[in-house]
């Protein structure tokens, strides 16, 4: 976002809702596009999307922010593929529930143990974060639930899935602490990685299940080795 841009977001955020909402507009009527994810990732997850698209969920979206503008799981739901989106900004979660009706949406956050968390919502909605963001980024702090993924899982009877997608812009080690009954049963997760480090975390949390499969700039894909 340019200084213009992060001006007319501070100082005129009523702007930004209908221009959001023109885009999941226009995004539903057009044609489909190749691909909806930051860096491709949707493109090489759909040569291996599951045959059956009837499976229920087949994806959890966690931080999903916009319904289609950098999404990994909107190129499967345009297919006909359904799943549960989590997304903590309620201006965004009602986009959510507008334009991808066939979806499950929740309003929440996501992490290692619930409660209640500050999320602090950020003037470029995508950078929104749980963790603290620079002051002249901040559009305003809200309390949102705190879910963890095996309390989705359970009450979703989520019994395989094929793709956990999470960006949560610094959050993620700890929305994978709360999934350690349901990262077995997932084929893929997609996650963001700023650095060496954060990225060895990630693969040490998860050695025990998956493998990196793919590395796709700041985004990593992990499959599950056991089938």
Same mark, same amino acid.
């Given at each position: ?6 001006? &007319? ?8 809702? !209908? ?13 489909? %596009? ?5 860096? +491709? ?8 999307? !599951?045959?059956? *698209?009837?499976?229920? !969920? ?23 593929? *359904? ?14 529930? *507008?334009? %991808? ?9 996501? +992490?290692?143990?619930? +409660?209640? @968390? ?6 470029? !909605? ?11 980024? &901040? ?38 602490? +709360? @999934? ?25 949390? &998860? ?5 990196? @499969? ?14």
């Amino acid at each position: 976002m340019g200084t213009i841009g992060k001006f &007319l977001a501070k100082n005129a955020p009523y702007l930004g809702p !209908p221009k959001r909402w023109s885009t999941a507009f226009y995004e539903t009527v057009r044609g489909p %596009r190749a691909s909806y994810g930051q860096h +491709g990732e949707d493109v090489w997850l759909a040569e291996r999307w !599951p045959a059956q *698209r009837d499976c229920f !969920p087949a994806y959890i979206d966690v931080g999903a922010n916009h319904p289609m503008r950098l999404s990994n799981t909107y190129l499967m739901y345009r297919h006909g593929y *359904r799943g549960f989106v989590v997304e903590p900004n309620a201006d965004l979660a009602s986009l959510h529930r *507008r334009f %991808r009706p066939g979806d499950v949406c929740i309003s929440a956050a996501v +992490g290692s143990n619930p +409660g209640v @968390a500050k999320f602090n919502v950020s003037i470029t !909605p995508v950078l929104s974060s749980l963790e603290k963001i620079p002051q002249h980024e &901040l559009l305003r702090t809200d309390y949102v639930p705190l879910i963890t993924l095996d309390q989705l899982a359970e009450a979703g009877s989520v019994d395989k899935l094929f793709l956990l997608s999470i960006d949560t812009e610094g959050f993620d080690v700890d929305v994978l602490k +709360g @999934a350690r009954t349901l990262l077995p049963r997932t084929k893929y997760i997609c996650i963001e990685a700023w650095d060496d480090a954060r990225a060895q975390t990630i693969s040490d949390l &998860l050695s025990e299940t998956h493998k990196l @499969a793919k590395s796709i700039k700041c985004n990593l894909i992990f499959e599950n080795g056991s089938g």
